[in-house]
């Protein structure tokens, strides 16, 4: 390491959030750029995608715009946000459009988050645009509603990461006249997405999320500043209430059914908005490593994985009983809330599975237990 | 989801849909930018939209403008034609002879709460602007939170401000758009660059709570016009855009808990909450005074609370659960052998857990368990 001069504080993190393509996140970013630029602060533009829109692209007019690095990947001549120079050129600000992207293989790093990081660690505080869809404690219900699977997610711990989060907000209405003008997509690719995701019904249930969403993120931002040089201003109601009850320590089953990803994401979820600490636990038979087939061993090892990257603490217990085991162990830890998911209806097989959640609902009699609904098979009919 | 039916609708239900889409036809359409302080840019996003529309063949005027106009909304002004305000002592109320002669597709109104001065023909704005979409013209139009009549004394609580014009939260809800302009809170707060860092810290704290009591109203707004929408197209459909949390209200659970804790989540979600009582007869005297108490205790957390009758406690508390699009269901444990719904073979906790499709159910100790 270099004998740094005083390093510079970390720079602030400001995201755009949005329920759709075309809402104006873009548009809205970059007219926060101007106008920071305009009060002499020194604003550059590190990423940027118009699709062709001509009211962004003359937003961007002015702005400074950083090169895009050239990136060959399997003979494919690639584009991406180019992070060496942005850190070289070392703006005070750095707009940077799809925070959710994913990087081409072959660059630092798997995720534009995670290159946005290294822009903040730096010092240099980042503009981003992302949509609600994208929020991964969100990824069940977004695809109950809109019966799209969303694939790049950005962990919510990323998004509790930013000091501000503002809505991009457009009637479904007007995106959808927007659509069928061919602003926002090529006429073809527009008359699909009309008969698919943009359907008004799914546009306005998605907007109502983000909606929400930015409440909960101006909330939480808000009760931390208040705890911090406000005690005496925090609302008198909410407080009483804040004592009043105990709070929560969250405990989730791992196990190797496929719900347990949308498991996880509905106890995180929960837990922050409770602001509760969360685990998330599997039991397995005593030795196990000889009697778990290989594919069971690897779900659980991704299941637990996919929890630690939204930072929830894991554990592997052994234990004949798993009920048992399970439920000493939330006596052991104070945990408050058990959350199992839903059993599936099937017969003879899954015997045992429904054995288990019953067994545990039926032990469980001086805790609470959440029996999680498996929204993906539903979603499926 | 499997929950989506579409139903027939009966002769009725069509004539009166027939109704109210001519209704709908002939009236001018209600589009509302919702501010939650002034700086936010509302009067900006709402003269662009006119410019667009202008730009792209419509025909649009403006009826009133507010007092004071930043530089980018006078630039925007320049290119739109204007009706002057009629001005009575020294109050300014929109020309709305002048407007419905001129009869434009679509007018543009910068602040929608403004009381008329006497000697017009209504006493508030928001009731001309009524007469104009009766008329046939589409209204565009602004207004801050401050103004929303129902929302006005958390306002002034959070702001120490009281502010006299308000505009009825339903004229508002009824609007067929609402746009949120947000902002961060430095907007807001111009000129208080000299302030010291205490009261500037104040402000954002104030600016922060109006925000998100005016994207939960936007929400809430969302809400009920998606609910209006599925029920033209004659949809029965459950999103989970909204959590909605079931208490249910058993004699021996520790209801108080789970009213508490529904309360507290449903407020944290911005959700709703709901209780409901599946009558039982022959309870005994105790049992009796429990329920009422805690049917009692249910309103008073403001849930929205039913007494449903039938004969199988849980077939009643499901279909009503996936009637009202519950996400979550609130139960107490039920001790194998005893209580009141041990005549079933099944465990009935066991049953709620396999028939609620897509809602989660949690359980709750009794209160023995507890303590």
Redesign the interface.
């Known amino acids: 390491m270099s004998a740094a001069p005083s390093k510079r504080p970390r720079g602030r993190l400001?995201i755009f959030l949005g329920y759709a393509a075309g809402v104006g996140k873009t548009y809205k970013m970059l007219e926060?750029s101007q106008r920071l630029k305009l009060q002499g602060h020194d604003v550059v533009v590190g990423y940027f995608e118009s699709h062709g829109r001509q009211d962004t692209i003359a937003k961007i007019d002015g702005l400074e715009l950083i090169p895009r690095r050239r990136i060959t990947y399997r003979g494919l001549e690639l584009e991406e946000m180019d992070i060496p120079a942005i850190l070289a050129r070392n703006p005070e600000l750095c707009a940077v459009d799809e925070f959710p992207h994913t990087n081409v293989p072959g660059t630092e790093r798997r995720k534009r988050w995670e290159d946005v990081m290294v822009l903040l660690d730096a010092g240099i505080s980042v503009l981003t645009t992302m949509n609600i869809q994208h929020l991964e404690s969100l990824n069940d219900?977004v695809r109950?509603?809109s019966k799209v699977q969303v694939r790049e997610t950005i962990p919510d711990w990323v998004v509790k990461q930013a000091d501000?989060v503002?809505?991009?907000?457009?009637?479904p209405?007007?995106l959808l006249n927007r659509l069928q003008r061919g602003v926002i997509y090529g006429h073809e690719k527009a008359q699909q997405a009309l008969e698919n995701f943009f359907k008004?019904?799914t546009l306005?249930?998605?907007?109502?999320?983000a909606?929400?969403q930015?409440?909960?993120e101006?909330?939480v931002?808000?009760a931390e500043?208040?705890g911090d040089?406000?005690p005496a201003?925090r609302d008198s109601v909410s407080e009483a209430?804040a004592d009043?009850?105990p709070s929560e320590r969250i405990l989730i089953h791992i196990t190797e059914s496929p719900a347990t990803a949308a498991l996880i994401r509905?106890g995180r979820r929960?837990a922050d908005?409770?602001k509760a600490e969360c685990f998330a636990v599997c039991v397995l038979p005593p030795s196990a490593s000889d009697d778990l087939s290989k594919t069971v061993r690897a779900s659980i090892q991704r299941h637990l994985e996919f929890a630690r990257g939204l930072r929830i603490e894991t554990r592997i217990l052994e234990g004949d009983d798993p009920a048992e085991t399970l439920l000493d162990f939330t006596r052991r830890n104070g945990v408050t809330?058990i959350f199992l998911s839903?059993?599936p209806?099937a017969a003879a097989p899954v015997l045992g599975r429904r054995n288990f959640?019953?067994d545990v609902?039926?032990l469980?009699?001086?805790?609470?237990?959440?029996?999680?609904?498996d929204?993906r098979r539903?979603?499926a009919? | 989801?499997?929950d989506i039916e579409q139903r027939r609708p009966t002769p009725e239900h069509l004539l009166q849909q027939v109704e109210e889409e001519e209704n709908r036809a002939s009236r001018g359409r209600l589009?509302i930018f919702l501010g939650y302080a002034s700086g936010v840019g509302k009067s900006f996003r709402m003269f662009d939209e006119g410019r667009r529309r202008r730009s792209r063949g419509g025909d649009v005027v403006v009826a009133a403008t507010q007092p004071t106009e930043p530089d980018e909304v006078q630039k925007l002004l320049c290119d739109l034609e204007v009706i002057p305000s009629r001005v009575v002592d020294g109050v300014p109320a929109i020309d709305v002879e002048q407007v419905l002669r001129r009869h434009p597709q679509v007018c543009l109104i910068d602040g929608l709460a403004y009381r008329n001065p006497p000697g017009s023909n209504h006493a508030e704005r928001w009731q001309d602007v009524e007469d104009l979409l009766a008329a046939g013209i589409s209204v565009v139009t602004s207004i801050n939170l401050q103004y929303v009549k129902e929302r006005q004394a958390q306002v002034e609580t959070i702001r120490g401000k009281v502010v006299q014009d308000s505009v009825p939260e339903e004229f508002i809800r009824a609007a067929?758009?609402?746009?949120?302009?947000?902002?961060?809170p430095e907007y807001c707060t111009p000129g208080s660059a000299g302030a010291d860092a205490?009261t500037l810290?104040?402000q954002?704290?104030q600016l922060?709570?109006l925000?998100?009591i005016a994207?939960?109203l936007?929400?809430d707004v969302?809400?009920h016009?998606?609910e209006a929408?599925?029920k033209r197209?004659g949809?029965e459909?459950v999103?989970?855009?909204?959590e909605r949390i079931l208490v249910c209200l058993t004699p021996p659970s520790n209801a108080s808990l789970m009213i508490?804790?529904g309360r507290?989540?449903a407020d944290?979600?911005?959700g709703d909450l709901y209780a409901v009582y599946v009558q039982q007869n022959g309870l005994n005297a105790a049992d009796q005074l429990t329920i009422d108490q805690n049917l009692a205790a249910a309103r008073a957390a403001n849930a929205h609370v039913e007494i449903l009758t039938g004969e199988d406690p849980i077939g009643c508390i499901l279909q009503f659960a996936h009637g009202h699009g519950i996400t979550?269901i609130f139960i107490g444990?039920t001790?194998?052998g005893g209580g009141w719904l041990s005549r079933w073979k099944v465990?009935p906790?066991?049953r709620l857990?396999?028939e609620?499709?897509?809602?989660?159910?949690?359980?709750?100790?009794?209160e023995a368990?507890?303590q």
Do not use: C, W
């Open positions: 400001t926060e219900q109950e509603i501000e503002i809505l991009a907000d457009l009637p209405r007007a008004e019904s306005s249930a998605l907007r109502e999320m909606l929400r930015v409440a909960h101006v909330d931002r808000q500043a208040a040089s406000y201003l209430v009043a009850e509905r929960v908005y409770l809330q839903k059993p209806k959640v019953m609902v039926r469980a009699k001086d805790r609470q237990v959440t029996v999680v609904a929204r539903v979603s009919t | 989801m499997a589009k067929d758009e609402i746009e949120l302009v947000d902002a961060p205490a810290s104040l954002q704290h922060s709570q925000r998100e994207l939960v936007a929400a969302v809400d016009q998606l929408y599925l197209q949809i459909q999103y989970g855009a909204q508490r804790r507290r989540q944290l979600f911005y979550q444990h001790q194998q465990n906790v066991e857990i396999m609620s499709d897509g809602i989660d159910v949690r359980i709750f100790p009794t368990a507890v």
